[in-house]
Every structure is written in C-alpha cells, then in structure tokens.
C-alpha cells in the first residue's frame, strides 16, 4: 500500500465499533495486520464482505471461530437496516427504503428493462444543489453517504432480488456522488477489484450535474467507469435557472470537463436531459444539441419529466411541466435526422415515486 492508500484509510466507528464495511483491499489488508498480525486475513474478509455478500460473521468459514468472536465484539460489516420495499405491479420497479445509523431513509431503486436491469443508489441523504424539476433537491441535504453504506445498497438489494438479476449500476438516485467523492470512489474501487461481485466497472455510470473539476479528476484515476451529465439545456441562463450549481461550475467547464473524461478513458458520454415544456424543448435546443454532440463522443437520454405536485413545491419547482409525450417524439426524432443517439426513457417507477429525480423520503 502507497502513502496515497494509507492517506485514505478513513476508520468509522461506531459504538466503539470499527465498521469494515466500505474499506478497501489495501485498507482491509492493513487493518488487519495492526490488528492481529495477519495481513492476509484482509482479503478473506474482503471476499466475505464484497463477492460472497456475508452479513453475519458466522458465514466466514475460512476465518478462525476465535478471530470471528473478536470481530463480532469490535467490529461491524452492515452499514444500513432494510426498511421495506415496494413494487410497481406495472413494470415490475422495485424502490427499496433503508436507514442509516442516524436513522436516516435513503431509496434505492431496481429499474427492469429487457435483457438489463438497472441498480440506482444514493449516494447522499437529501441534495444540496436544488434542482428545480428534483424531488430529492427539495428535500435538501443531511449528509453524505459512507462508503460502505453507498456499497451496501447493492449487498442488499442483491441478496433480496438476485446478484445474478442486476446487470447496472448508476450512482443517479439521492445525492450528487461527485459532492461526496471520496465515498464514492472508494466505492468504486471495492467493485473494481477481481474478486468482487458479477459488476464490472464498464457497467457503472457516475450520474453528476456537473461539478467539473471532480470530472477531471475521477478521469484520472484511471476506474474508467462511465459518466452522465446532467445537461438539462445548451445554454448558461437557462441553465442556471434550473440547476443553481450551475453559477458555481458552468456549462462551459462542464463541457470541458467531461471531452477530458471521453478522451481520457475512452468513453462515450451521456448527455441526461429532463424534458420541460416551453424551457428546453424549443426548436434552438434542438440546434444547439447537434453542435454539442458533434464536439463530443455522446448520446442523449431524454428523460419526461415527472411531477412534483406530491410535494407540494414552491416557486419553479411548482412551474414545471412536461413536455407533452408526442413533442418529446418529435423532438428525439429531429435529434436523430442529425445522426444523434437518442434514447427516450420511459417513466418507469412513476407510480411509485421512483422514477429519475423523484426520489425523495418524506420524514
Ligand atoms: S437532480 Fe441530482 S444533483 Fe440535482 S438536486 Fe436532484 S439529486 Fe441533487
């Protein structure tokens, strides 16, 4: 391990306990070499934790009974309590309710379609950044995520819907993941290694609006996962107006940002874009779509966009309205007479308030 790695090393405690869940192989590794000498017994827990799912000591039966005592009494390796699930008996979405330590709710949601089934997990509790057509942003922020608890999302929804049933993963539920980067790229580095679980990287996708020098970075570490912007409009005023982060990193940086990301780790880039009647999908949204995209290896997920009624929003928030569905048809058709690769998702997990940018609790 690197003084980078050991830099890194972030011990929560809880109870006066050492959560294991969330530290990386190195972190394990060195864990468990100043703590009883035997460094190797960090990739057996790493394996327990991360590829073979084990929640309870009791499961490691390459482990010593004796070490599996000592570990109970000191140490942790579940990070969230289940607290129930529900299923949309339309298209079978599955939003599942978990509680952090603090007693926190977070979503996570299971997305069906076809041959993939998509995983989305939060990476904060709540969202600072106040997205105008976001359910989550108007909840506001509580904290960021651990790194285990961002893992075990994954662990639980797995053992209850099948590892082998989940073929993604996007970081796109509550929360912006690159405001909690270190979290989340130490979450990418426990599925980045061999052992653990049936995801590889090439199937996980970083959803950000757009926090441009964390873009950069995360292309330099070389987790070449894939990235989706939040791109919502090709222009800075309107953006502005329905993304404040946008003051802070522009559309400009971002663009900048994420050509970096495409030509560093060699992927293609998702534009996401929340169709909002009479704010960005004008006939110069169009044009300016077609300039973007021929800058940039992309394609562009139009996503309709779902009320918020069931909140009760003030302000924009409360303004907002779909573009009707046979103007989101033409609008993806004319992107795609430019040779553009338009995906038009469907509002799968509606009916249960699961679908993109409605995922809020109510506490
Ligand atoms: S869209 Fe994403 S970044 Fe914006 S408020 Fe919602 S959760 Fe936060």
Redesign the pocket.
């Known amino acids: 391990m690197n003084d980078t790695e050991k830099n890194l090393i972030i011990m929560e405690n809880r109870d006066q306990k050492t959560v294991l869940k969330g530290l990386t192989l190195p972190e394990l590794k060195e864990y468990f070499a100043n703590s009883v000498g035997q460094r190797f017994r960090g990739q057996q827990l790493f394996n327990w934790m991360y590829n073979h799912l084990a929640t309870d000591f009791d499961e490691m039966s390459s482990v010593p009974k004796l070490l599996r005592n000592k570990l109970r009494e000191e140490t942790e390796i579940v990070t969230l309590k289940y607290v129930a699930s529900e299923v949309s008996p339309f298209n079978g979405t599955k939003k599942y309710i978990f509680e952090t330590n603090e007693n926190l709710k977070i979503e996570s949601v299971i997305i069906p379609d076809g041959k993939r089934t998509t995983l989305c997990i939060s990476t904060q509790v709540g969202?600072p950044?106040?997205?105008k057509?976001?359910a989550?942003?108007l909840m506001g922020y509580k904290k960021n995520l651990t790194s285990g608890e961002i893992f075990d999302q994954y662990m639980m929804t797995a053992k209850d819907y099948g590892e082998d049933r989940i073929s993604n993963i996007v970081y796109m539920g509550?929360?912006?993941p690159l405001l909690n980067y270190a979290a989340t790229l130490k979450s990418l580095k426990i599925f980045a290694e061999e052992l653990t679980t049936s995801i590889s990287l090439k199937k996980i996708t970083i959803?950000t609006?757009g926090i441009a020098p964390k873009i950069k970075e995360l292309a330099d570490t070389g987790m070449n996962v894939k990235i989706a912007l939040?791109l919502h409009s090709c222009f800075e005023d309107i953006r502005t107006k329905i993304?404040p982060?946008n003051q802070k990193y522009s559309l400009q940086e971002n663009i900048d940002a994420v050509r970096y990301y495409a030509k560093k780790t060699d992927t293609r880039i998702t534009f996401e874009y929340v169709m909002l009647k009479d704010i960005n999908d004008r006939p110069e949204d169009i044009a300016a779509l077609g300039r973007l995209c021929a800058r940039i290896p992309s394609k562009i997920n139009i996503i309709p966009f779902n009320s918020l009624k069931h909140m009760n929003p003030e302000g924009l928030s409360g303004e907002l309205e779909p573009t009707p569905q046979h103007r989101i048809e033409e609008f993806a058709q004319k992107l795609r007479d430019k040779n553009i690769t338009v995906m038009v998702r469907d509002t799968q997990g509606e009916d249960i308030a699961a679908a993109c940018?409605q995922?809020a609790i109510k506490f």
Do not use: Q, R, V, Y
């Open positions: 969202c950044l106040d997205c057509f976001c989550t942003g509550m929360g912006e959803s609006a939040s993304m982060i940018g995922l």
